[in-house]
């Protein structure tokens, strides 16, 4: 019972399980776990697949010769285990350089050398066979708008963007890009905060039909939105490319808690909300073990992330299948098959019947949905009594 299994799709960065438990007011409390060694525990473990930055696996500094030696290293122990990297992305964040953002840095030359960065990062990731390129643009935002104006920031970004889709297609490679909004961390205010912004912003791209969106749970919980309603509008636009799965408090730091460890129904209808969709990427969790944990946590913690998927997933099947919720549902969805072929779509004759046609306003109103029960039925599949 919920075993995790290849194709379940479940992945973890090197960098989740691999979080040493750093904060802004402590040390790391755990050690640096190796790539291959987190390669071999997450396939034993029932994961499909491990992704990346760049320096998750190649420090920043290393030779050619160097990273050439890792990168072979790194795939033998992918084959050996029989794991895939399905997503990489670049590391724009922890070097002194990229301070004031990378891509929307004012100092050209770091947006040029964010852009030699990404384009050797991207190499990487399509060398381990990589379909999907992450942009969690960390320090692409500002503390004070008076130095940075937002206004160019966004132009920068997009210029960047559109430079990287030409490079892959010059390249040849098979890659999407997804981008990862976020409000604030480690930025004051990073830009394209939510999901919203960030689909406003790829309609703008010259090459919009190669990017889409890797939204992150605990992101939109930070902003206060809801990730339920996120998802669902990037699944709309044809954007779901990726997902980030992990919990979060609303309003608190970014705290990366393991999925569904606090906002449960939300995880439930993420979860009906994928499963019921087309999206076939992978579940990918981006979130970490609690700083007060050690190795053996880590794996509880992971272990953990897939549990719950999977719990989850039965749960959208006694919802789907229980008749009392049927019965809610189909009561609360009122439909009228004369008036929906007026309202539908347009024409200038179906417009003048609606006009003229006599609405009572006050039975429309007097109507209770039901949504209460409804609730209350969801709340109870979640509790483990329906
Ligand atoms: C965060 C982000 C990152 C990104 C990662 C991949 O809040 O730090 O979620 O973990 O997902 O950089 O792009
Ligand atoms: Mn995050
Ligand atoms: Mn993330």
Known sequence: MYEPKAEHKFTFGLWTVGNPGRDPFGEPTRSKLAPAYIVKKLSELGAWGVNLHDNDLVPIDASAGERDRIVSEFKEA??????????????????????????????????????????NAIDLGVELGAK?????GGREGSEVDASNNPLEGIKWFRECLNFLCEYVKDQGYDLK???????????????????????????????????????????E???????????????????LFHIDLNDQKMSRFDQDL???????????????????????GPRHFDAHAL???????????????MRTYLILKEKVEVFNNDPEIKAALE??????????????????ASAQSLKNRSFDREALGRRGPGLERLDQLTVEVLLGVR
């Open 78 to 119: 992918l084959s050996d285990h029989g794991m895939v990297v399905p997503m990489a992305t670049t590391n724009l964040f922890s070097d002194p350089s990229f301070k004031d953002g990378a891509f929307t840095s004012a100092d050209a030359r770091v947006r040029a050398y964010a852009l030699q960065k990404t384009m």
């Open 132 to 136: 999907t390129y992450v942009f969690w």
């Open 177 to 219: 890009f997804a981008l990862e909004p976020k409000p604030n961390e480690p930025r004051a205010d990073i830009y394209l905060p939510t999901v919203g912004s960030a689909l406003g912003f790829i309609a703008t791209l010259d090459h919009s039909e190669m990017v889409g969106l890797n939204p992150e749970f605990a992101h």
């Open 221 to 239: 919980t930070m902003a206060g939105l809801s990730f339920v309603h996120g998802v669902a509008q990037a699944l709309d636009a044809g954007k």
């Open 258 to 280: 393991r999925f569904g460890a606090e906002n449960q129904k939300a995880a439930f209808f993420v979860v009906k909300l994928l499963e019921e969709s087309a999206y076939g």
């Open 291 to 305: 700083r007060t944990e050690d190795e053996a946590g880590v794996w509880e913690f992971a272990k953990g992330c």
């Open 331 to 348: 009561a609360y969805k009122l439909s009228d098959a004369e008036i929906e072929n007026l309202s539908k779509s347009y024409s200038s």
